[in-house]
């Protein structure tokens, strides 16, 4: 393509926020184009299809609210929905509201830089076709940059081998198989509860361990589906309420205003109970009282031991460097009884360290194993990593990963300063816990921030400095106290196998979801005179 193609809006992906932020800039009339680098709709659920891929919210809490006529038709089968089911749900999204003719799909972004003159966005694919548009969406998600371990020889190895955030399309079969996995985060956790149940062997090697907690996973059939669709209006009502749009949300009480007996009571019934609750419903301070989170942490490795038949094993897959709900808590089903099984082996890297792959699998510093298989279940380069992957440059060549070096600075966690007319959903330093409840609130105040500049001829919406600091002093601000941003995480910025990323920052909001929203709400009822229109 020689000439670029014209566009009002142009949006980067086509997961859960692109599909939204098309519907709606639809309305306003605009011409908009969505740029999406795999084959089909729905980001995280297009890509990550390994084995045991679920949601750890509630499906009924998960998917779009926008829409009457979407609730009504589309039923949920499980509480927690797989992988497949979701993605036939987005895929029906996509059908229903022919949002497919305004996606482009193979059309990895490669750079977007802006025009100063124009005032507007310069945007080339990595096949060369460039496109320019008024304003820049990205919609690419915090966890969609795929890392590979830093280990010698990788492209060595002679049998198969994949990350589970870019799983083959076509079943991968486990029966009779030496398989590895390297990894036990979230993703590393569901692969190998399902991978367990068929291979020949399956070897772990696992770096840290996670707490993890119970799903407790079940259908949903007609009569219940009917009961949740009549009670959607108090479900997403009681989402609007929560700290992170959960149905769960902390209870009032502290850990030390309860008897024993009653802490370790209300303990047992959240670990019974499915979702988060356990970490999202559990008493307010587990997560800034040290010694509160003492308490919640020796109850979970209690429960460790206790589903861990050799103790020796169970000792390794309890955290000692970090408390429980510090970092993200993966949700299980049967994953620690897995350990159990004859055909299972637990290796810790800390005691022996993979040195390299080799042709045949992997060499520790003890012994090398042979392999057919080999999952690297080892996560994301979070949050910016999305947008390390893509050029983009704001005014005076400036460029983002410049700006961002020593962590993100931004407005609302929508805009960043000196990229004018770039706005991004689920971008740093915004509120994300519920994710799609989140990307509702992001995609709307979006949107209306495009309506007031094309009703009032607005051709360059920028955030200034100070509103700039203030909102990265105040997401910092909020960081204060909360022993997560204490422990090396992808929530605070840090991957071992990312150059650069060893230093720990405060890359998302802390605060409450409501809170989140009144602070927006009052930039757009004010004409968003805080930002620099012109």
């Keep these: 393509m020689t000439e670029p193609q014209d566009f009002d809006v142009i949006v980067i992906g086509a997961g859960i926020s692109g599909l939204y932020q098309l519907y709606r800039l639809r309305e306003l009339g605009l011409k908009v184009r969505v740029l999406e680098a795999g084959t089909g709709v729905g980001g995280t659920w297009y890509w990550n299809r390994y084995p045991g891929a679920r949601f750890d919210s509630e499906s009924w809490s998960y998917g779009y609210s926008f829409s009457k006529e979407l609730l009504d038709e589309w039923d949920w089968t499980e509480h927690f929905s797989p992988q497949p089911e979701t993605l036939r749900y987005l895929n029906f999204v996509a059908d229903k509201f022919d949002l497919r003719r305004d996606i482009q799909f193979r059309s990895r972004v ?9 005032r507007g966005w310069d945007i080339a694919l990595e096949n060369g076709d460039r496109f320019h548009s008024r304003f820049m969406v990205t919609a690419i998600g915090p966890l969609s940059a795929p890392t590979m371990p830093r280990i010698e020889g990788i492209p060595s190895f002679k049998g198969r081998s994949f990350h589970t955030g870019t799983w083959p399309h076509e079943e991968v079969k486990f029966e009779g198989k030496r398989v590895a996995v390297i990894g036990t985060g979230a993703t590393g956790v569901q692969t190998i509860q399902e991978v367990a149940k068929t291979a020949g062997t399956l070897t772990i090697f696992q770096r840290t361990p996670n707490w993890c907690a119970p799903l407790h996973n079940a259908k949903i059939g007609k009569e219940e589906m009917a009961k949740i669709r009549a009670d959607y209006p108090a479900i997403f009502k009681r989402c609007q309420e929560t700290f992170s749009c959960f149905v769960h949300t902390p209870d009032p009480r502290g850990v030390f205003e309860v008897s024993d007996v009653e802490r370790e009571a209300f303990f047992e019934k959240l670990y019974a109970e499915p979702g988060f609750g356990i970490w999202q419903g559990n008493f307010k301070d587990i997560l800034t009282d040290r010694k509160a989170n003492a308490l919640i942490s020796d109850f979970v490795a209690r429960k460790i031991r206790q589903r861990v038949k050799d103790q020796a094993v169970a000792e390794k897959l309890i955290p000692k460097n970090h408390g429980f709900g510090t970092r993200r808590v993966p949700l299980e089903t049967k994953y620690y ?26 060499k520790t510093s003890d012994r090398e194993y042979e392999f057919d298989i080999i999952i690297y279940a080892t996560g994301f380069d979070a949050i910016t990593g999305s947008f390390d992957r893509i050029d983009i440059q704001g005014e005076g060549g400036l460029k983002l990963k410049t700006r961002w070096k020593e962590g993100p600075q931004t407005y609302l966690g929508v805009m960043v300063e000196s990229f004018p007319n770039m706005m991004m959903l689920m971008g740093p330093h915004t509120a994300l816990g519920n994710i799609p409840r989140s990307i509702e609130y992001n995609v709307e105040w979006v949107t209306g921030l495009i309506r007031h500049a094309r009703d009032h001829q607005v051709s360059r919406i920028a955030p200034t400095p100070d509103g700039v600091k203030s909102w990265t002093d105040h997401v910092k601000a909020l960081g204060v106290g909360l022993l997560s941003n204490e422990i090396d995480s992808w929530m605070t910025g840090i991957n071992r196998n990312v150059e650069g990323k060893t230093t720990r920052i405060i890359a998302r909001y802390s605060g409450s979801a409501p809170a989140y929203r009144e602070r927006c709400d009052a930039v757009a009822a004010d004409g968003y005179k805080e930002l620099a229109l012109a």
Excluded at 110 to 118: L, P, S
Excluded at 343 to 362: A, F, H, Q, S, W
């Design 110 to 118: 490669k750079a977007a830089h802006y025009d100063e003159k124009r």
């Design 337 to 362: 009884e897995v350990y159990n099984q004859p055909n299972v082996k637990l290796v810790d890297i800390n005691e022996t360290p993979i040195e390299r792959i080799t042709e045949k699998g992997i």
